[in-house]
């Protein structure tokens, strides 16, 4: 019987017995491991998976970490930059012997599943995903005239962003304006910074009548 598994995104054809190569694992040397995605098993009748078949799984025996055969890149730019670079590399490797070729069953068998090394560093890497940060805080709402309330707008020189001023300074009636005083007077202008414009517009005035 054999089957043909997938592992590091390469795939091979093993049978029991057989010992290969194949992207690091990890796993230390005597651990027993599971490859779990098969894409055929072959003997007497074939069965194909689609893409894998359901509940097959090879078992094998992790024999030691190796390293494969050094290659060399070499890179050279001739025209702008003029310069070369050598590099060599030795890919990881896991050399594994396999023990078992399990046609069902793969997911009651209990034996670790063989995962790269490389997914279980990613996954270790991965930033620890931050707190979901607190919603600004909304601006103050500006203040809104109450219920009863005059239309202080119709004061000489008043627009609405300054009756949001008043209406902020607890002035909402001309009634309230009718009967200011000169401390009274003197008080908004600098609250509002008006240097003398409520005597020269005739708010005390403009209220009175108003407030008829």
């Known amino acids: 019987m054999f089957a043909v598994m997938k592992t590091g995104g390469k795939q091979y054809k093993v049978q029991s017995g057989d010992t290969l190569r194949v992207e690091k694992l990890a796993a230390d040397a005597g651990e027993k491991v599971q490859f779990n ?15 894998f078949v359901e509940g097959a799984a090879v078992q094998a025996e992790v024999i030691d970490q190796i390293k494969g055969e050094k290659t060399i890149k070499f890179v050279k730019r001739r025209r702008k930059h003029s310069s070369k670079r050598t590099r060599g590399h ?3 490797l896991t050399l594994v012997k396999i023990t078992d070729i399990l046609s069902k069953g793969a997911d009651k068998s209990g034996v670790k599943a063989a995962v790269g090394a490389a997914s279980v560093a990613a996954v270790a890497a991965a930033p620890v995903s931050k707190a979901k940060k607190a919603a ?3 601006a103050d709402a500006a203040p809104v005239a109450e219920a009863g309330a005059d239309d202080l707008k119709q004061l000489s020189g008043v627009g ?21 005083g000169a401390d009274d007077i ?5 609250k509002l910074s008006f240097k003398g414009r409520i005597e020269r517009e005739g708010w005390v005035e403009q209220a009175k009548e108003l407030a008829k």
């Open 37 to 51: 995605d098969i894409l055929m098993l072959g003997g007497e009748a074939a069965t194909v998976g689609a893409p």
């Open 90 to 92: 030795r890919q990881q």
């Open 136 to 138: 600004p805080k909304k």
């Open 160 to 180: 609405p962003a300054l009756e949001k001023k008043l209406l902020a300074a607890g002035v909402t009636t001309f009634a309230q304006i009718a009967a200011w």
């Open 186 to 190: 003197a008080e908004f202008d600098e």
